[in-house]
């Protein structure tokens, strides 16, 4: 049961132009998401957060668009460079969890073509 | 300075030992994690401690073991290896498992069960 899903496993790109990422979540105790990206053989490191308070956050070339009607959040980067080829995984969490646990999409891997 | 470090790297093992992979964290966070990532790409929690004390135990088989001996290090022992434990096991670090924030992760350890 994926709580959390990324229906596109790869994206590809050309330099210079927007990257969007997509993310579908079905628990609506989800309350706050997060964009990781994860080069290989290195851990997923932190990208960008937002709240459900909020419907968009944006961090330089990065932003979040959250659609909490239809559980969906979206990250765009524009303009994409050759060295977010990664993998993109979109995070989230409840509130009555309690604890900052995180649950995982599976994941986007993104190609930008020189 | 690496912020959160694992050993080892690769692991490579036969079916039925025992083995342990080690995690430790330099950034003074309280909370610590594990995370397996599976085949199919999925980042899924295993446990998490809060300062030596266990905070989460999903449903993972009693094989595998955390051991948290203060709250800058979490180990993880695996008994009677499988064939299906054959994962990328993340550690992380949350400065605390109240704060709603990202993880800082480890960059995995690739076991490898033959």
């Known amino acids: 049961d994926q709580q959390v899903k990324q229906n596109s496993p790869s994206l590809s790109v050309q330099e210079g132009r927007i990257s969007i990422l997509n993310c579908d979540y079905t628990?609506?105790?989800?309350?706050?998401f997060l964009w990781y990206k994860k080069y290989p053989a290195e851990g997923p490191t932190f990208l960008i957060s937002i709240s459900s308070i909020k419907d968009k956050n944006e961090d330089g070339r990065f932003t979040v668009f959250l659609n909490k009607s239809a559980k969906h959040l979206s990250l765009h980067i524009v303009p994409s460079q050759p060295g977010d080829s990664a993998v993109y995984f979109c995070a989230a969490s409840a509130p009555k969890a309690a604890v900052n646990k995180l649950t995982f999409g599976g994941g986007t891997r993104v190609l930008v073509k020189p | 300075d690496t912020a959160v470090s694992q050993t080892p790297k690769y692991l490579v093992t036969q079916m039925g030992n025992d083995k342990s992979i080690k995690c430790e964290q330099n950034?003074?966070?309280?909370?610590m994690y594990w995370y397996k990532q599976d085949s199919k790409k999925f980042l899924k929690i295993m446990f998490s401690?809060?300062?030596?004390?266990?905070?989460i135990n999903e449903t993972v088989p009693n094989r595998f073991s955390p051991k948290s001996p203060d709250k800058a290090h979490l180990n993880l022992h695996i008994n009677s290896l499988e064939l299906g434990d054959s994962a990328v096991y993340f550690c992380?670090?949350?400065?605390?498992?109240?704060?709603?924030?990202?993880?800082?992760f480890g960059s995995g350890t690739r076991l490898t069960v033959v």
């Open positions: 628990n609506s105790m989800f309350d706050y």
């Open positions: 950034l003074g966070h309280d909370t």
């Open positions: 992380a670090s949350s400065q605390d498992y109240r704060v709603r924030r990202g993880y800082t």
């Open positions: 401690y809060n300062n030596k004390e266990l905070i």
